[in-house]
């Protein structure tokens, strides 16, 4: 089979994916238009798009640059004003000038992943083969297929070595497999709230997501980009059971209880009397604006897939033999999604390889998503493992890094 | 507005339910029929039918009688074989000669709740002024309502004092209703795996159960009895994001794991690829067979209003004062949707009023369904503090109860 992609480059047996969204901010790359990117199901993809957004200046080493890797619902827009919804960046508390990810400093790039629909190739994209959208021809992606492509980006900018790769949740997955994968490109790596393989627990959360989608007449088998009906209604069910898991009990008990919404008693109905429900389906309904539904499925089959150790003889130890990665590692004690027992084999792991871990587990009420809210610990942990790292790694403070000694 | 019941009844201002499911084993009664039930919401209701089963022989003095309520999807089969699916009830490890609720010597009555969907008068039932099916024109049951049509029916058994009342999980906030309205009628008391009042989380949980359900679009804004399609696809959605809720993390990592379904390698797709994948969509599919999509919105709602603290000036020991009931309260410590500091509540009402009350956290993986599960210590914490009530209450281990003393 020969594909001739509309850029015109040729590639054999291979998937081509033409984006369908264009104009975004930031930077687009076309990858795999020369050597198709082998992904971990078989199937071959290129040529296909990758966009991604950067914050800071790279130095002259090219040695400071930080990749940020963004969770199941993320994008790569993790400062700027959302182009479609206008609102802030998922990670503006942690990204910015003297922030603890200071873009005064470090060069910050942050890729939509594969699969994603934020202008990366993914199944609302089309297929040259047959002038459609791919639905559920789009190939299966894994965490593994992410970062192969965010490492063809970071070839593209030129950097030999990343000097820290972090994220939070699948952002956390991803940087547990450049770590294991590509360890002579990373200095430093900082998982967050992360785990080195999915739950049963979360697999059953994310089939409930996907039955809610594939539940959806408006879903169509994956086809209903044409229709006028998009599968909001299931997506929204999905977002909103998943996003029950990323808060603590205690955070609903502090935040909602059982307060009313707008109103003094219960109505005796099924409108949405208490806060939390309202709260519910707020987050669903704004949520389905700016995700596609198959990218939903899509993400949260390759979080379902990752187990680190099931690439190595079953052995999690094995993915980091002889790692100089300097690890540092988050989790929260609210945290039931990704509870520090996951974070904590990690840690078992790291140090059964005796490779440089260090280990935090953050007090707080707030659940999984601790690490996108505000939490002066979390913030505190992060800036002072990466000004140890910076320093080892002879960063001199200035994004220049023109001085300075530097170690490998 | 005057009403004439099917039966003949008059009642005035009244909702009158005219039953679509007969023909079930066990027994049914008409209430309301001359003087309506008094609903929380304001409404009233009657002439209605309740459906329950009875199991053992209730003695001469009726003192031996033992109310079981059941939970959200359970019914008054509590032992027999389902009528519709030919399963085994759901409390036959607890209830039997010889078991822990021992028919050899108790009289145990199982009531299917009112706006349930087993013979009880419920959304599907036919509302004779419009001869058609109520659907949410039903009006809404709180547990208080629940509760109050059982007294009727034990009021009709001619039963003045329950030697006990138990449930688990929303059987729980019955038993509890119970123990604080009707103090005069029930002897003791065992609340399992509840709460005195549903948490936001749960609440969270069950919206999104109901809005799965009404973004099926077979459910027809509740009008879907005459289609021929019923919103089962949004009700198996619903069931099986409540189903990860009452099992613990650990019982599905020891039960599933990530271990695959009928296959060596993933599908790198769609499939139902993981055991814990199939598990949920067979417990989806299996439970549309037999319940009723408005049905489990009555049921939430019931359990999300449940307040009972709220009905007493926010003092939930206001809700026991100078009770003479004897309590047990038992929970489970992987019981993450009604977990253990929400007995404990409890307990410390109970205590602020001086009441007798015995609490026993039980160690198990099993999580909240616990409560339905071969647990022997449960099984012994059950037996011993019946017959401990049972000597009390002068019942002298036959079920003719002709012999010894009786204390009220």
């Known amino acids: 089979m020969t594909v001739v992609s509309k850029s015109g480059a040729t590639t054999t047996g291979s998937i081509a994916v033409e984006p369908v969204v264009t104009g975004l901010p930031g930077h687009t790359i076309v990858l795999g238009d020369t050597v198709p990117l082998a992904l971990v199901s078989g199937q071959r993809l290129g040529p296909f798009t990758v966009a991604y957004q950067t914050y800071g200046s790279l130095n002259a080493n090219r040695s400071n640059a930080i990749l940020v890797c963004h969770a199941l619902s993320g994008d790569q827009f993790a400062i700027d004003p959302h182009p ?58 894994t965490i593994t297929d992410m970062v192969a492509a965010q490492k063809l980006v970071i070839d593209h900018l030129g950097i030999d070595k990343l000097f820290c790769v972090t994220g939070g949740s699948m952002g956390a997955m991803q940087v547990l497999e450049w770590a294991s994968r590509y360890p002579q490109r990373v ?68 935040k909602f209880g059982r307060e009313l919404q707008d109103r003094t008693d219960v109505s005796y109905g099924f409108d949405a009397d208490f806060q939390i429900e309202s709260y519910l389906r707020h987050q669903g309904s704004t949520f389905v604006e700016r995700f596609d539904a198959n990218s939903y499925l899509y993400m949260t089959r390759a979080m379902d897939y990752f187990d680190l150790a099931a690439e190595h003889e079953a052995i999690l130890a094995n993915a980091f033999e002889d790692s100089q990665v300097r690890f540092c590692l988050i989790s929260f004690t609210s945290d039931w999604l990704f509870p520090t027992t996951e974070s904590r084999q990690i840690v078992h792991a790291l140090n059964a390889v005796a490779a440089s871990v260090s280990f935090v587990e953050i007090e707080t009420d707030a659940g999984h998503d601790a690490f996108l809210l505000d939490e002066p610990e979390f913030f505190g942990i992060l800036s002072g493992f990466l000004a140890g790292a910076a320093e080892l790694r002879g960063l001199d403070g200035d994004a220049s890094g023109r001085t300075g000694r530097e170690t490998s």
């Open 84 to 141: 479609i919804t206008g609102k802030p960046g998922w990670w503006e508390t942690v990204i910015g000038s003297g922030l603890p990810i200071d873009i005064d400093r470090y060069f910050v790039i942050c890729i939509n992943v594969l699969g994603g629909c934020m202008g990366t190739a993914g199944p609302k994209d089309i297929n040259p083969q047959t002038g459609k959208r791919f639905g559920l021809d789009f190939p299966i992606i």
């Open 187 to 254: 200095f430093c790596a900082i998982p967050i709230a992360g785990a080195a393989r999915h739950s049963a627990q979360n697999i059953a959360f994310h089939e409930v997501g996907r039955q809610a989608i594939m539940a959806d007449p408006n879903w169509h088998g994956g086809n209903y980009y044409d229709h006028a009906e998009q599968p909001h209604r299931g997506l929204a069910v999905a977002r909103m059971a998943a996003h029950i898991t990323y808060l603590s009990d205690s955070a609903l008990h502090q």
